[in-house]
């Protein structure tokens, strides 16, 4: 019997700095908002001051625009229509499933916990341009260490233990909370197709198991 896989794909890895095609042709996956999301709330912050709730709405509909995206690569291999609400019940017509966003307050991180859940699945793969959790921001400390396995109670020790709009950490605080709950693992990997690949196939693959 074929294995179900729920994929987050970060937006930073979809949208960089622009579309990127070349990534896009080469997968299948659940998909975040990424430097879209961030530029969208930047720029309405700019013109007012917003609170988390409209941004998180401008996140949303970021994570629509890449979701359809991906939807236009894969074409008729996907199912028709983009899934929105991860705790609705899901008819797999075809091989590839895509979903968005959801609910402001909650990441696609939350969302792609929550679709595991529906589908019992106890994995969930997380894909962006982070390739590891480190012991400290890796961007501020030059000797900040890549961490190979780690549990759900040292990794929230980590991270911010609030959700903000736009928040920019490997896996969010309240999906953190949500898959320690739900006894889901999550898989932290970069964007090298070849390592999703060696993970999918229970090979060796570089990044973080958080269980």
């Given at each position: 019997?074929?294995k179900?896989?729920?994929?987050?794909l970060?937006g930073?890895?979809i949208?960089?700095?622009?579309?990127d095609?070349k990534?896009?042709?080469?997968?299948?996956?659940?998909c975040?908002?990424?430097?879209?999301?961030?530029?969208?709330?930047q720029t309405a912050?700019k013109r007012?001051?917003?609170?988390n709730?409209?941004?998180?709405?401008?996140?949303?509909k970021?994570?629509n625009i890449?979701?359809?995206?991906?939807k236009?690569?894969?074409?008729?291999?996907?199912?028709n229509s983009?899934?929105?609400?991860?705790?609705?019940?899901i008819?797999f017509?075809?091989n590839?499933?895509?979903?968005?966003?959801w609910?402001?307050?909650w990441?696609?991180?939350?969302?792609a916990v929550l679709?595991?859940?529906?589908?019992?699945i106890?994995?969930?793969?997380?894909?962006s341009?982070?390739?590891?959790?480190?012991?400290?921001?890796?961007k501020?400390?030059?000797d900040?260490k890549?961490i190979?396995?780690?549990?759900?109670?040292?990794?929230s020790r980590?991270i911010s233990?609030k959700?903000?709009?736009?928040m920019?950490?490997?896996f969010?605080?309240?999906?953190?909370?949500?898959?320690?709950?739900?006894?889901?693992r999550?898989?932290?990997?970069?964007?090298?197709l070849?390592?999703l690949?060696?993970?999918l196939?229970g090979k060796?693959f570089?990044?973080?198991v958080?269980?």
């Open positions: 019997m074929p179900t896989f729920v994929i987050s970060g930073s890895l949208f960089p700095d622009n579309l095609k990534f896009l042709n080469n997968f299948k996956k659940i975040g908002g990424g430097k879209l999301a961030r530029t969208f709330q912050s007012k001051k917003l609170g709730r409209e941004l998180d709405l401008l996140g949303i970021a994570t890449n979701a359809h995206s991906l236009s690569v894969f074409g008729s291999e996907a199912n983009i899934i929105t609400n991860p705790n609705s019940k008819n017509k075809k590839i499933v895509i979903a968005a966003g609910k402001p307050g990441s696609t991180d939350y969302d679709l595991a859940k529906n589908l019992r106890r994995k969930v793969i997380n894909m341009n982070v390739d590891y959790v480190y012991d400290k921001d890796p501020k400390h030059k900040a890549k190979g396995k780690i549990t759900w109670q040292n990794y980590l233990k959700w903000k709009a736009g920019n950490v490997p969010d605080p309240v999906a953190a909370k949500e898959a320690k709950k739900s006894g889901i999550v898989n932290i990997i970069g964007k090298d070849k390592n690949e060696n993970l196939n060796k570089r990044g973080t958080i269980e």
